[in-house]
């Protein structure tokens, strides 16, 4: 069915103001007994505390002498929280604690330990009673150590400090001496390693001659090699050219061309040569001066005669020497240019057989070379080596004397006045401690309460929201106007799933006996008649009738109807200004329905003469009548009332309902109480208030 106006749900059963103002006397109770024993007590037990606290600062990062190390770093805010719990929890770490009182000697008998107690229970008991807390937000960390002997406090937390920074400097760099220890050992087994390796390389030097082995440039001998090879490539180039130039002036190879080439170089020499042209110069001079004689002589005169003979004498001189210089020319450049070949022909085969030489021992120097150079680079790294390890020993060394993490922020001082443990301020604590077991004991009370309180712990229970919920009555004037509205509300959803959906019998029945069902029916069936629907309502209650049925005469009742298959009308009576139409259920021997196979026609009698029929049935726990009834109607409504109702009984009505399986259902809860502190109906009641006094100024 359709549910009025939706309304905030119920804020629960858990109201402490509303539990602590209905519980009032169980709250001054407790508390007036708590307090009473409290102060007891306190009168008994009461003691003067006192307290001696040191504070210890943990700096997020390590304080170095000469580097910085990542292994001292922290690499976020969590890890340094993680550090700084780690160390709280190792300030009273058995070690630390039993060294702290061996220290005090003597003075740990007096100030601490029992005598019949043992060193260790002495310990143990220390390290129970030590306070160590890191200081939120902070970096500190307080120890703290509190007795109702003041004497000595101090110097036993001061001892417990002390001996924990000892433990915690040689703990911050871990294992220093031991890893020291080991990095010497691997140092002289690197130094052994070099002396051997360089000794092994001085050896290889001798032998090879080389003084110098770099990584990735060539060998000596390798240069060595592509030199010769370059040298031979050269003379044999060298002796081609001279093979070359020999072919072109031999005419035994070269044939006319080369003896033409030869002569005409040959030429080109004589033509240069200084003693022939001293000679060609004389001869042309002599040569000018005979025809500068003959000048003007013809040719039959016997001085032409003579001087051309002169002149032919001195062409023939000049020929025959240039000839004769030309031929010796020739002759030497021949010899030379095979003298030239004879020669590169011998450098070329010098060089080849020194290249072969050279190549024969390549691998042998190749191999002697690569040791070396291997032993080189071994001793490098075994000095890298050596240089990270003689580094690290000097951190761990010079790094073991710095501040690092830890130091001491303020020491323990005398205790000279008690922190807690008074007989007032015990009684005061449990003064304060029955007060809060009061208001406790009443918010428990309510929560253990099996009633139903509220709309939402109902509707957990059977899984829908109600369709109304009415307050407790009151002759509060705005109580009564929202009781009156509630009520119209629900009437106008019942209407309208008449006019949708035809209902026009409604079965309300409750959870328990008590819950208010008969005034819901009765007030509902009023407000359908003033809203212009006749309604009549039938009470089917066998268990416990309800006065406002009966009537002076007596009518016939439902069971009469039943038994003697009457006209309902004759058990009708009339309504009145206070209710509505309505048949009383009627005597029962046997405390059910007589025959349940004649109210189908009883019902549709009724449904003929009114618009609405609505019947008042038992709980439907107790009853299976109204499980039958809940079968034949067109809905039926649960009555649940707070504060009355039991959870049990609640899922024992919804069980049945589910079982019956009524075409729909609805929830009504009655009952509820205004929490103290207001909620939705709070608010409503101040307005409603505010509208009543409004009208009446």
């Known amino acids: 069915m359709s549910a009025p106006p939706t309304q905030p749900a119920s804020s629960g059963a858990f109201q402490p103001l509303n539990s602590i103002w209905n519980h009032k006397l169980l709250i001054v109770l407790v508390a007036f007994v708590v307090a009473i024993g409290g102060t007891y007590v306190a009168y008994i037990k009461g003691t003067a505390v006192y307290r001696a606290t040191a504070v210890i600062y943990v700096a997020p990062r390590f304080a170095n002498i000469l580097e910085d190390s990542k292994e001292l770093e ?98 911050e760099i871990y294992a220093g001496e031991d890893r020291i220890e080991i990095l010497a050992e691997r140092r002289k087994a690197h130094v052994l390693r070099i002396k051997a390796l360089t000794e092994q390389r001085n050896a290889l030097a001798q032998v090879l001659g080389v003084t110098t082995f770099v990584e990735g440039s060539l060998n000596p001998y390798d240069t060595l090699l592509i030199e010769s090879t370059s040298a031979v490539l050269k003379a044999e180039r060298a002796r081609i050219e001279a093979d070359a130039e020999l072919a072109t002036y031999d005419a035994a190879t070269g044939g ?144 073991a004397s710095a501040p690092g993490f830890i130091r001491v922020s303020t020491w323990a001082m005398p205790a000279i006045l008690p922190v807690s443990g008074g007989r007032t301020k015990l009684a005061v604590v449990f003064a304060a401690l029955g007060g809060i077991l009061g208001l406790v004991s009443a918010i428990a009370v309510d929560l253990l309460d099996r009633r139903v309180q509220t709309s939402r712990q109902v509707q957990s229970l059977v899984g829908f929201p109600p369709l109304g919920s009415f307050l407790e009555p009151s002759r509060d004037p705005a109580h009564r106007a929202l009781l009156a509205d509630q009520m119209r509300r629900l009437a106008l959803a019942l209407k309208r799933e008449r006019d949708a959906n035809g209902v026009r019998r409604l079965l309300i029945t409750a959870a328990r006996d008590g819950c208010g069902s008969t005034t819901v029916v009765l007030d509902l069936a009023r407000e359908l008649d003033r809203q212009g629907l006749r309604a009549v309502v039938v009470e089917a209650n066998l268990f416990c009738s309800d006065s406002r049925y009966r009537t002076m005469p007596d009518r016939p009742g439902l069971l009469d109807i039943l038994s003697d298959d009457l006209d309902p009308t004759l058990a009708i009576v009339p309504g009145d200004e206070a209710l509505p139409d309505r048949i009383r259920t009627g005597d029962s021997v046997d405390e059910h329905l007589s025959d349940c196979s004649r109210l189908p026609r009883v019902l549709d009698r009724l449904d003929a003469q009114y618009d609405m029929v609505l019947i008042d049935a038992a709980p439907i726990r107790l009853s299976a009548d109204t499980e039958y009834l809940a079968g034949i109607c067109d809905a039926t409504w649960l009555v649940v009332r707070a504060r009355l109702a039991q959870i049990g009984e609640v899922k024992g009505s919804a069980a049945r309902l589910e079982k019956a399986s009524p075409p729909a259902v609805g929830l009504i809860m009655t009952g509820l109480t205004v929490f103290l502190g207001g909620g939705y109906y709070g608010k409503v009641l101040k307005e409603y208030r505010k509208t009543i006094v409004a009208k009446n100024r």
């Open 74 to 171: 922290f690499q976020s805010f969590s890890q340094f929280q993680q550090f700084l719990k780690q160390q709280a929890r190792t300030i009273n770490r058995y070690d630390i604690v039993s060294e702290a009182l061996a220290r005090l000697g003597e003075r740990a008998s007096a100030v601490w330990r029992r005598p019949d107690e043992s060193e260790r229970e002495a310990t143990e008991r220390l390290q129970q009673q030590l306070q160590v807390r890191d200081v939120r937000d902070t970096y500190l960390i307080t120890v703290s150590l509190e007795s109702e002997n003041a004497d000595g406090l101090d110097e036993i937390v001061n001892s417990v400090v002390t001996v924990y920074l000892e433990k915690a400097k040689k703990e």
């Open 256 to 399: 006319e061309s080369a003896r033409a080439a030869l002569n005409a170089a040959a030429s080109e020499i004589a033509a240069k040569d200084p003693g022939l042209n001293s000679l060609k110069a004389n001869l042309y001079k002599r040569r000018s001066e005979v025809l500068e004689q003959t000048t003007g002589l013809t040719e039959n005169h016997p001085v032409r005669r003579i001087a051309q003979r002169e002149l032919d004498d001195l062409e023939n001189e000049v020929q025959s020497a240039s000839a004769q210089l030309i031929a010796e020319k020739s002759v030497m450049l021949l010899e030379e240019r095979r003298a030239q070949v004879r020669e590169r022909a011998a450098v070329e085969d010098v060089l080849r057989a020194q290249l072969r030489e050279q190549q024969d021992q390549a691998a042998w120097f190749a191999t002697r070379y690569n040791d070396a150079l291997d032993a080189s680079n071994e001793i490098t790294r075994e000095r890298k080596a050596l240089d990270a390890i003689d580094d690290r020993i000097e951190f761990l060394e010079i790094e």
